[in-house]
T-cell receptor, first 111, second 114 residues
């Protein structure tokens, strides 16, 4: 069974800092890795999706990388803003229509 | 285009009561999913439906049943609610293009079982 781990569980940074969130998975036979944002009391919003054949994806200040062989992905957030405060989750998909989620990193950006 | 919608937003049940959580999507997606989210556990898959007329068990199906009523709607039923089913329930649908599958989530249903 695929296990997805996100470290750290919580992170607090001053506004303007660049930061990296980590996601690791145990089974490298994945199709996709997706990063989500979840605001308190809300659903999940898709940020970036990386297919297994890709190394990275970028959207604005966000950059996600994937190293399938080592079972790792990182989400890089440049020039963090208070509005970036949320929980960030990664999920991997493989065969069988199933997605496996990490428990998330709770990010607080201090003004 | 509403995306994925869920009803109700909140519900309080007594142990043993039954209820159905409703989910609908207007994006013409074939695949739909039900997850539960508990503190420290992440999201866990309860059931999924790869296409209209098919359903499959996920990681934690016990105590739940599902119905894929049509392509748009996927409901989750608790026949006899238990306190262990207190959770936040999310419905999702996914868009598949080749091997690229992107999930879209509803706002969630917060369920408290007393």
């Amino acid at each position: 069974k695929q296990e997805v781990t996100q470290i750290p569980a919580a992170l607090s940074v001053p506004e303007g800092e660049n930061l990296v969130l980590n996601c690791s998975f145990t089974d490298s036979a994945i199709y996709n890795l997706q990063w989500f944002r979840q605001d308190p009391g809300k659903g999940l919003t898709s940020l970036l999706l990386i297919q297994s054949s890709q190394r990275e994806q970028t959207s604005g200040r966000l950059n996600a990388s994937l190293d399938k062989s080592s079972g790792r992905s990182t989400l890089y957030i440049a020039a963090s803003q208070p509005g970036d405060s949320a929980t960030y989750l990664c999920a991997v998909s493989g065969t069988g229509n199933q997605f496996y989620f990490g428990t998330g990193t709770s990010l607080t950006v201090i003004p | 285009n509403a995306g994925v919608t869920q009803t109700p937003k909140f519900q309080v049940l007594k142990t043993g009561q039954s209820m159905t959580l409703q989910c609908a999507q207007d994006m013409n997606h074939n695949s739909m999913y039900w997850y539960r989210q508990d503190p420290g556990m992440g999201l866990r898959l309860i059931y999924y439906s790869a296409s209209e007329g098919t359903t499959d068990k996920g990681e934690v199906p016990n105590g739940y049943n599902v119905s894929r009523l049509n392509k748009r709607e996927f409901s989750l039923r608790l026949e006899s609610a238990a306190p262990s089913q207190t959770s936040v329930y999310f419905c999702a649908s996914s868009e598949i293009r080749g091997q690229r599958e992107t999930q879209y989530f509803g706002p969630g249903t917060r369920l408290l079982v007393l």
